[in-house]
């Protein structure tokens, strides 16, 4: 075998080659500002996977209505949730890039959001910068939708898409029936309920909305979150109630929502109950404020008494052991 010489003196730096592991989760306002969320929501709403109509008529719309009177509402409501370290999705998905380094040897990890910063462009450019030439995009998405998992797809391939020398991408599947992920849940869920001081009579579990019109055209996010539902009742032994979140707009959601079904169960005599949302990988304002505080509120304004909000699997042990056993899954014949 012929032996590899130095490189020529004029020859650009080239850096030793490495696997990158990219974490991606929806996004964030740069600050609990009007301004900042004003260029966040203008962002997310004009994706045409997350609203599905076209832009001759959409466009009028968000930048006529809703960009003018949304912001100012929505950052009320960040400024409600807000932390030393950021906005808690920032925090929270920064965190779990940092432990699963930690517990990854010659792998380089690092973090994105879809809509806001760090962008997704700008940390494949970074990661390639620095070397790697084999990448592996793992949306934080439990459950698949054409809205969130597809669109991290889409904002990957459009960042390769303007480089010469490509690296080989994998893309980590949707794991909401994944023996880890349900484990994980169930785990951390009987912890925390265990540690609180009134046993729930009912435990919600509060998924991320999406137009009806979504599941009609295929997307299979409804399916994956029933199914979610299902394994995760059936490992805990306790029936959960399933609802859905953070409805917008005129059109038919799915159903049932989260909101109405607060008020049913306290109507229903169910005084006390637990809620928790296994959709997201981490806290952020739907779970934070619409669930944690707008949820009790409307709980407690149909006659319930005691409300709990049990948090994500976030950067706990649990769940970035969880995100440990996935991401190696994935890097099989890589690592």
């Not at 920032?90 to 792998?107: C, F, H, I, N, P």
């Not at 880890?180 to 265990?194: C, F, G, V």
Request: with cysteine; hydrophobic share 40%.
């Amino acid at each position: 075998m012929r032996a590899i010489g130095p490189l020529p003196a004029d020859h650009p730096p080239v850096a030793a080659k490495k696997i990158g592991v990219l974490l991606v989760n929806l996004g964030t306002p740069d600050a609990p500002e009007k301004k900042a969320v004003k260029r966040y929501l203008k962002e997310f709403l004009s994706d045409k996977r997350v609203v599905e109509i076209p832009s001759i008529i959409w466009q009028p719309i968000l930048r006529g209505i809703i960009l003018n009177t949304r912001p100012a509402k929505s950052a009320e409501a960040y400024s409600l949730v807000w932390t030393e370290d950021g906005s808690p999705l920032a925090s929270y998905t920064r965190k779990q890039a940092e432990k699963l380094a930690g517990k990854m040897d010659g792998v380089m990890v690092d973090w994105a959001m879809r809509y806001g910063n760090p962008s997704v462009k700008s940390r494949l450019d970074m990661m390639k910068a620095a070397g790697c030439d084999r990448i592996l995009i793992a949306p934080l998405y439990p459950q698949y939708s054409g809205a969130t998992t597809a669109s991290v797809h889409d904002a990957v391939f459009d960042a390769i898409a303007a480089m010469r020398w490509q690296p080989a991408i994998r893309l980590l599947p949707a794991y909401h029936d994944d023996p880890a992920y349900i484990d994980a849940l169930a785990t951390s869920l009987e912890r925390d309920i265990s540690a609180l001081e009134f046993v729930p009579d009912a435990i919600v579990a509060s998924f991320h909305g999406m137009p009806q019109r979504t599941l009609e055209l295929g997307d299979p996010y409804h399916c994956h979150c029933r199914k979610t539902a299902r394994l995760l009742s059936e490992k805990m032994g306790r029936e959960l109630v399933v609802a859905f979140q953070s409805r917008f707009g005129r059109a038919k959601w799915l159903e049932p929502a989260t909101d109405t079904t607060l008020e049913a169960l306290a109507g229903q005599g169910k005084k006390n109950i637990a809620i928790f949302a296994p959709g997201f990988s981490s806290d952020c304002l739907e779970t934070c404020e619409e669930l944690a505080i707008r949820g009790k509120e409307q709980f407690e304004a149909g006659g319930g008494e005691k409300f709990a909000y049990l948090p994500c699997l976030n950067d706990s042990d649990i769940g970035i052991d969880m995100l440990d056993i996935l991401v190696r899954r994935e890097l099989s014949g890589w690592i």
